[in-house]
């Protein structure tokens, strides 16, 4: 770790994340390992605890051996982490008070409080979500009219089937059961085709984006319950059509 003599003496020591050291080592046993940057060799002291954040990719280095290198000892930015989310509040006005003891000029300096900037991405995050679910909905409305829509036709076209069927006995729950089953099959096909074209739609993003994305198995399995749903609402009509018919019709 970065100790007060690395401090005062200006050593040329940084601490790295993990990610860092994945790239430049393809190793985590990086302790006593030295890389260069803006020209100068650093000797790796620490290696941070892996978190799946922006820590895995950073470097920290001696504040005076920063500011040697970039000859400047401004600095622009500093983060003061509060003990609990309880005192969130209490350390922002600490920390604006000390602030306005330093500098005497409240209009130098600004104070982001991070919880407030969360607030705001969960707003917009809802926002974009309730938009969403508005889009999913009226997909969803088309989709279930067009399946109503094919199984009017097939009952149209059918005719003659339900006819001998009920002539030789069969039911109108029945016949109510298989235009149903045939309205759910359509929807579920619809639906594996989608997360197949989503699944597709991912990969090609991920590779362009660098990243890995994969679809939740939890959330393909709720469209899915919702395709059968889809399907028995919307096929009730068509499959109650199809079940009043006479034999004699």
Known sequence: EIVAF????????????????????????????????????????????????DTDSQVLIPLT?????ADSTAITTAYVKASSTNTVDIAQAQ?????????????????YNMSEILDTLDDVVGTLSLMLG?????????????????????????TREIGIRKAIG?????IMMQFLIEACVLSILGGLIGLGLSALGLQIFGM???????IEWRAAVVALLFCVVIGVAFGSYPAAKASKMTPIE
Do not use: P
């Open 6 to 53: 690395d401090l005062d003496w200006r050593t040329y020591t940084a601490v790295i994340g993990t990610e860092v050291a994945g790239k430049l080592f393809e190793s985590y046993d990086v302790i006593g390992k030295t890389f260069t940057m803006s020209g100068h060799t650093f000797t790796i002291v620490g290696l941070l605890a892996e978190t799946g954040s």
């Open 65 to 69: 051996t920063a500011q040697r290198i």
């Open 95 to 111: 920390t604006e008070s000390h602030m306005l003891q330093l500098t005497q000029d409240e209009d130098s300096y600004t104070v």
């Open 134 to 158: 508005g889009i999913a909905a009226i997909s969803l409305l088309v989709g279930g009219i067009g399946i109503m829509n094919i199984m009017l036709v097939s009952v149209a076209e059918r």
């Open 170 to 174: 069969a039911r109108r729950s029945h």
């Open 208 to 214: 362009i984006s660098d990243m890995t994305i994969a």
